[in-house]
């Protein structure tokens, strides 16, 4: 029973870790791309997460420690993902400064949002996160990450009927 | 906790993503979260609630780490959909520059983009999702958008961070 409870809190302890954590890691250091720092916080949290979970076991003498260990490994990691997104939603979702510019009382919501600061400001990024670069007034594609994601999606939209 | 908690997780998860793309195949519902709240968490929510109630073959606790398993995997599905359901200016840019020959010039990099299509379509997908609706002085938040705008703006503010730049 207290095994069991435990397995059930420890996840609201990693999500409020990661919180604390990322707010830490974005003082510490400013100049990060954002996406960059909240997924080395998340992948770095691997070690503690599990450290913490078999610290708050061991006492309880658990038989199975593997399928407890996998139960961990796949809660923290997709609380983990489901994290980068909620961040990358207040970084870089349309919808979200929308929302926040109406609920401002910026205009009507759309009046400074301009495509071509938009297209801007992701070309910014994606050379931050050193997936594109610039030489000669021309980008080209420099990591291979983001474009095997971005490839990879648009193969799953079909599968949807997209 | 054996694995079979985490198999059941992954076979409920599994299970509701196969009646999804079902769904989406036969009728694409309109917006975005409601339709996968209900696919993805109410609908398996129920589920475990039903099988402890009329079906109880694990402890009601047993079925709850079951559902963490599902909810982690639901998280992670949730929040990549947006990504498969609408163009993502970047994963665009990235896709075009990659099929050029020799890359791409800002000016040819927002050619990549229809007219309207990188806010118009995102004030409509907000109506359809109940977030905004037309008032007299131009778009006004219903409670869930303000609620929705409320809790970002905190949470920026919470990490030292402006507002994002979209």
């Known amino acids: 029973m207290e095994i069991k409870l435990t397995l059930l809190a420890l996840p ?28 080395l916080v998340i992948l770095s949290g691997n070690f503690p997460s599990l450290g913490l979970g078999i610290f708050l076991l061991w006492p309880l003498r ?80 420099k990591g291979r990450l983001l474009l095997n994601a971005a490839l990879v999606l648009e193969l799953y939209k079909k599968l949807l009927g997209f | 906790m054996t694995f079979a908690q985490i198999g059941f997780g992954f076979f409920v998860f599994a299970t509701f993503w196969i009646l999804h793309l079902l769904w989406w195949r036969l009728c694409r519902p309109k917006g ?60 665009r840019i990235l896709i075009g520059v990659h099929a050029s020959k020799g890359g791409l010039s800002v000016p040819e990099i927002e050619g990549l983009f229809a007219q309207g299509e990188l806010i118009g379509s995102r004030v409509e997908l907000l109506g359809e999702d109940g977030l905004v609706r037309s008032g007299e002085k131009g778009l006004e938040l219903s409670s869930f958008g303000r609620l929705l705008a409320v809790v970002f703006l905190t949470y920026r503010r919470f990490l030292g961070l402006q507002r994002g730049q979209g």
């Open chain 2, 32 to 91: 975005e979260i409601r339709p996968l709240v209900l696919a993805f968490l109410v609908a398996p929510g129920l589920l475990f609630l039903g099988i402890n109630r009329f079906y109880p073959f694990w402890g009601t606790l047993d079925l709850a780490l079951a559902f963490f398993v599902h909810l982690a995997l639901a998280v992670v599905y949730i929040q990549t959909y947006p990504a498969i359901a609408s163009t993502i200016p970047s994963f």
């Open chain 1, 12 to 39: 609201l302890l990693y999500l409020l870790g990661l919180l604390l954590t990322h707010a830490l890691a974005v003082r510490a250091w400013p100049k990060v791309s954002g996406q960059k720092l909240v997924l």
């Open chain 1, 62 to 141: 658990l038989e199975g420690w593997l399928p407890v260990l996998a139960y961990l490994v796949v809660v923290y990691n997709g609380l983990g993902y489901g994290y980068f997104h909620f961040f990358n939603l207040s970084e870089t979702a349309r919808r979200i400064r929308l929302l926040i510019e109406v609920y401002q009382g910026v205009g009507a919501g759309t009046e400074k949002y301009q495509p071509e600061s938009m297209v801007k400001n992701r070309i910014d990024r994606l050379v931050a996160m050193g997936q594109l670069e610039e030489g000669q007034g021309k980008y080209r594609v």
